[in-house]
C-alpha cells in the first residue's frame, strides 16, 4: 500500500527554524516526484515546489522560491519541507503529494500525506 | 502563473441531484486540467486527471470534460459522501495552480 506519513504538528515562533518530513513507502520512493503544497486557514491550496528524489533536483514556484527549501534523503525514503527563519504568515497546512505519474511535464497527484499543521506565533 | 477561476464557489443540492462546477483558465491549457475532492480535515484527493479521464477507484458517478480554457466537472447523482470542497488544478504552465475552491453541501 503506497503511504506518505507526515511529521507531527509544530508550534513555532517567528524568526525559528523548522524542517518537516514526509516519508514515502509502498512503492519505489525514488521513481515518483514529490510536491509540496500549503493550505493557509480557511484557503485554498498552492503549489510550493517539487523535488525529484532520485536526484534531489528540485523546481520552487516563484511565491515560495528563496523562502522554503525542499530536500529528500532516498537513504530513507523522507521527502522535507525547511525553513530558516519562520514568519506569522507561513502559519499553514503542509502537504506532501506524489506525482501520479514518472512523466516529468505531469503535475497531478495521487497519494498524499494527512498533512502538518505549522502555527508560527510569537 | 495562470488563473483559474471556478464557479460557484459554494453550492447545495439535493441527494440524487446532478451537480454541475465549471472552472475557467485565465489562457489556453488544452486538457491539462485536474480536479480533486477534499473533505473537512483531510487532504485532497484526485477524481479527475487530464480534464476527462477517471482516476483509479474513482466512482463512475463523477466526470469531467472540456479543454482549452472551459471545463466542467459533474456529479450525476449526489451522494451524502460528496460533501466536500473540489478543487480544480491546471499544469500546462509552472507553477501549477488551483481554483479557488467550491464548496458542495447537501440541501
Known amino acids: 500500500e503506497v503511504q506518505l506519513v507526515q511529521s507531527g504538528a509544530e508550534v513555532k515562533k517567528p524568526g525559528e527554524s523548522l524542517r518537516i518530513s514526509c516519508k514515502g513507502s509502498?512503492?519505489?520512493?525514488?521513481?515518483?516526484?514529490i510536491s509540496w503544497v500549503r493550505q493557509m486557514p480557511g484557503k485554498g491550496l498552492e503549489w510550493m515546489g517539487r523535488?525529484?528524489?532520485?536526484?534531489?533536483?528540485?523546481n520552487y514556484s516563484p511565491s515560495f522560491q528563496g523562502h522554503v527549501t525542499i530536500s529528500a534523503d532516498k537513504s530513507i525514503s523522507t521527502a522535507y519541507l525547511q525553513w530558516s527563519s519562520l514568519k506569522a504568515s507561513d502559519t499553514a497546512m503542509y502537504y506532501c503529494?506524489?506525482?501520479?505519474?514518472?512523466?516529468?511535464?505531469?503535475?497531478?497527484?495521487?497519494?498524499w500525506g494527512q498533512g502538518t499543521l505549522v502555527t508560527v506565533s510569537s | 502563473d495562470i488563473q483559474m477561476t471556478q464557479s460557484p464557489s459554494s453550492l447545495s443540492a439535493s441527494v440524487g441531484d446532478r451537480v454541475t462546477i465549471t472552472c475557467q483558465a485565465s489562457?489556453?491549457?488544452?486538457?491539462?486540467l485536474n480536479w480533486y475532492q477534499q473533505k473537512p480535515g483531510k487532504a485532497p484527493k484526485l477524481l479527475i486527471y487530464?480534464?476527462?479521464n477517471l482516476e483509479t477507484g474513482v466512482p463512475s458517478r463523477f466526470s469531467g470534460s472540456g479543454s482549452g480554457t472551459d471545463f466542467t466537472f459533474t456529479i450525476s447523482s449526489l451522494q451524502p459522501e460528496d460533501i466536500a470542497t473540489y478543487y480544480c488544478?491546471?499544469?500546462?504552465?509552472?507553477?501549477?495552480?488551483f481554483g479557488q475552491g467550491t464548496k458542495l453541501e447537501i440541501k
Open positions: 488544478q491546471q499544469y500546462d504552465n509552472l507553477p501549477p495552480t
Open positions: 509502498g512503492y519505489s520512493f525514488t521513481s515518483y516526484w
Open positions: 503529494a506524489r506525482h501520479r505519474t514518472t512523466v516529468t511535464t505531469e503535475y497531478y497527484f495521487d497519494y
Open positions: 489562457q489556453d491549457i488544452s486538457n491539462y
Open positions: 487530464d480534464a476527462s
Open positions: 523535488i525529484d528524489p532520485s536526484d534531489s533536483y528540485t
